[in-house]
């Protein structure tokens, strides 16, 4: 089957970040493939609002860790639509650990960590990349974060996984051009359910409140500012390739 919309697959889009892009990319006619790992109720709610906005929807269950589940999400994309337009790399782990308890993580926490955040993105990427080659304008966006390029972030594992996303990014722009852009976003604080279950209700009210405290726009990011810095490499950039925008309010020049 084809489409006259176009078409993005957003990985890890059941809720947060991932499901405000999903529904942002609607609201400008894409249809979309939402992908999610074991929050089901939560994918089927946002494959809802995204029909809502007159597209279509794909919901895939699949672990981008795996790349026949990254082969065949492309697969479904293109038996339903016969295109890809966008890739947008949204699903991460990690394990909140302080940095300073270097006893806190193991290889395995590494390796599921960077399984996700880091080797995802590439599989996911390589899985997409002929078809978006074939769109004549073909977009990648990598939600990496400024813990890959500050330091900072839920632990040292989930610093470096970005660190090598911000790198691979970089790499997939010089193989991907000309057809295809690559680049990446940065956040920094994102009100989100994951952080609030990572570290815990009071521990997330507190940082939270210095966080607000210390940046200079005297606010974290929403979910929503994250989509609209995906919607701005995706409809427009048409020169930007390879490059990491920092979503922060500002937390990098203070951190």
Not at 143 to 153: E, F, M, P, R, Y
Not at 202 to 220: C, F, H, I, Q, S
Request: hydrophobic fraction near 40%.
């Amino acid at each position: 089957m084809g489409s006259s919309n176009k078409v993005a697959v957003v990985t890890g889009s059941a809720t947060g970040t991932g499901a405000a892009i999903a529904i942002a990319l609607a609201r400008k006619n894409y249809n979309v493939v939402v992908n999610y790992t074991r929050s089901r109720e939560e994918a089927e709610e946002t494959v809802k609002q995204v029909e809502a906005e007159g597209v279509e929807a794909l919901l895939f269950q699949g672990d981008v860790s795996k790349d026949e589940d990254c082969r065949a999400m492309a697969a479904a994309a293109i038996e339903k639509w016969g295109r890809i337009d966008a890739l947008v790399n949204n699903a991460g782990r990690t394990k909140f650990t302080p940095h300073q308890d270097l006893d806190g993580l193991d290889a395995s926490d590494f390796h599921d960590i960077y399984a996700v955040n880091t080797i995802g993105p590439f599989q996911m990427t390589r899985a997409c990349a002929p078809h978006l080659r074939a769109s004549g304008r073909g977009r990648v966006v990598m939600i990496s974060s400024v813990a890959g390029t500050h330091g900072h972030g839920s632990s040292l594992a989930y610093v470096a996984s970005k660190g090598g996303l911000n790198s691979m990014t970089k790499g997939l722009a010089r193989v991907l051009g000309p057809e295809t852009t690559v680049n990446a976003i940065c956040p920094g604080m994102i009100e989100t359910r994951w952080l609030r279950e990572g570290w815990g209700e009071a521990d997330y009210e507190r940082n939270r409140a210095a966080m607000t405290k210390r940046v200079p726009l005297g606010k974290v990011s929403q979910p929503e500012d994250i989509a609209d810095a995906v919607l701005w490499f995706i409809e427009g950039g048409d020169l930007v390739t390879g490059e990491l925008l920092i979503v922060d309010g500002g937390m990098h020049l203070v951190s």
